[in-house]
């Protein structure tokens, strides 16, 4: 083996940045295209367990599997995540993460929450839906949730 | 049906960063190093399966990298991008297939070259959730609280599980994070994702992993002490953590049914002598040996606070320290199947569970536990 000292090995530093275009298909479209036209949130229905799922799912193709969801819902449990989040902008932590059970809906989803001290965020919480003023076709569109 | 046994093993030493390896010449330190054991060379393999992700190497099929270090030319190599619990899976089938007498299985990942909060974000699909910015510590925090409120858990028993696997690792020369620690020192550890701490959180590690796996009648050519395969369950459940129960894990339960029945284990607290866990967060251990039926549901603690789990206890859970003491991503799982094989040769040294005869290696991948492969192994054929 070599000796060679530690601070001479050569470490590259590089980064990938690809553009991508990944179609979001027309159920997640439809999902995205309500919230910005309508301000409202929808699930799909499943036509065999009747299970209303969030987000959405192509397992129908009927309009009226459609069902309104929200903008309220539950918190089923949360995070309070203490380090920069390199993803976010401004990527300032604590950032609060939320498991959500909005009304009307069989599955719960992920989503941040604001507007709340740190301290009073608990299990069982009602919380309600803030869209973004300008939507622009991604889950941001929500923009995060507030205690109700 | 012919058997298929675990006739040699190696792992190279965990750290932070292998400043002085890239990527393949890791890969290359433990093949060498299980060819060395065992005293043979790339003749002697018929066949390679590899476990490692073009996301932590930072290109595309990462296999690729590795072909040489592990001696793969004009051989077939193929690759689990998943745990290597899977790829030791797939290597058996090889086997059994017909196609092929030996393979040696190998998994590498250098944790430190890619920004990990990055790549923990990208296992989230790009059209429903990855914007929201959330990793793989995140995903786990949610699960933690969500089985602590439900079966009153307390932070003090997550603190039970780091003091215990980062003491075992003090034992283990290839431990990356291994420190005698106590519940209380644990518990003051630094906040990173309520209610997860430093070290409740599994460190990121550089390191690989080696395995040589036979069929039957060429088992006795490289060794006296080979270690069978005698049981495996591999299920997954649904990808959204909102779709899951977080509370619970029915891919782990349906897998441990399924090794159980296999190797014939109807009580495994009575029937197995040890367990090597893929516990990425401590909370892990207390849910997997739960659903593994080696305690009641929500008593995951008990285990360790009556002593039972620790090493000398009646079924030591994680007597390496577990990945808590090393976490390679993909690597973790098989240097599981390593650690009990090395028990069940005699060949564990300072943690060495004495007269372990079977053993439980368990895997798991995707956030919150969605797939897990249960691997029952022993010494008695």
């Known amino acids: 083996m070599s000796s060679q000292p530690e601070e001479e090995l050569i470490v590259y530093k590089s980064s990938m940045r690809i553009p991508y275009r990944w179609a979001a298909g027309l159920t997640a479209s439809q999902f995205y295209r309500r919230i910005a036209q309508e301000k409202k949130i929808y699930g799909t229905r499943c036509p065999k367990t009747q299970k209303v799922m969030i987000p959405p799912r192509k397992n129908s193709q009927s309009e009226e599997d459609w069902v309104e969801v929200g903008p309220g819902g539950i918190v089923k449990s949360f995070t309070i995540v203490r380090y920069p989040v390199p993803s976010l902008n401004p990527t300032t932590p604590p950032v609060v993460y939320a498991l959500i059970q909005l009304d009307g809906a069989d599955t719960a989803f992920v989503h941040q929450l604001s507007e709340v001290e740190i301290d009073k965020v608990k299990t069982g919480l009602r919380v309600t839906a803030q869209f973004a003023e300008k939507a622009t076709g991604n889950i941001m569109d929500i923009q995060y949730f507030k205690p109700e | ?381």
């Open chain 2, 1 to 381: 049906m012919d058997r298929v046994a675990i006739v040699g093993v190696a792992q190279t030493k965990f750290a932070a960063q292998k400043i002085d390896q890239n990527y393949a010449e890791i890969a290359y330190e433990v093949v060498e190093s299980l060819f060395n054991k065992l005293g043979i060379d790339h003749k002697d393999v018929d066949n390679i399966v590899t476990a490692s992700s073009d996301f932590w190497d930072g290109r595309t099929i990462s296999s690729m990298s590795v072909q040489d270090a592990v001696g793969a030319w004009l051989k077939s190599e193929t690759k689990v991008s998943s745990d290597g619990t899977l790829a030791v899976l797939y290597g058996m089938m090889r086997i059994l297939a017909g196609s092929f007498g030996t393979t040696l299985v190998l998994a590498h990942c250098k944790s430190s070259e890619g920004q990990q909060t990055m790549i923990g974000n990208a296992v989230f699909d790009p059209i429903y959730q990855r914007q929201l910015g959330f990793d793989l510590v995140a995903a786990g925090a949610l699960q933690a609280r969500a089985y602590m409120e439900h079966y009153q858990v307390g932070e003090s028993d997550l603190a039970a599980v780091v003091a215990k696997n980062l003491t075992n690792a003090t034992r283990n020369p290839n431990a990356h994070r291994a420190m005698s620690i106590s519940v209380e020192e644990a518990l003051k550890a630094q906040l990173v994702a309520d209610p997860l701490r430093e070290y409740d959180i599994a460190p990121n590690s550089d390191g690989a992993c080696a395995i040589l796996l036979a069929r039957e009648d060429l088992v006795s050519k490289f060794t006296d002490k080979p270690v069978w395969l005698s049981g495996v369950g591999h299920y997954q459940d649904n990808y959204y953590l909102g779709d899951r129960d977080l509370t619970t894990s029915r891919s782990l339960e349906k897998a441990a049914q399924k090794a159980y029945s296999m190797a014939g284990i109807t009580n495994p607290r009575k029937e197995l002598n040890l367990v090597e866990l893929y516990d990425t967060f401590s909370y892990q251990e207390l849910m997997w040996t739960e659903l593994l039926g080696l305690a009641e549901r929500g008593k995951g603690a008990e285990l360790i606070h009556s002593g039972a789990s620790h090493l000398g206890g009646e079924i030591p859970v994680n007597p390496s320290g577990g990945v808590l003491g090393a976490h390679a991503m993909f690597v973790a799982g098989l240097v599981r199947v390593a650690e009990a094989a090395l028990q069940l040769r005699g060949e564990a040294g300072e943690y060495q569970v004495e007269g372990a005869r079977r053993a439980l290696a368990h895997g798991t991948v995707g956030p919150c536990g969605q797939t897990h492969c249960v691997w029952v192994l022993s010494k008695d054929k």
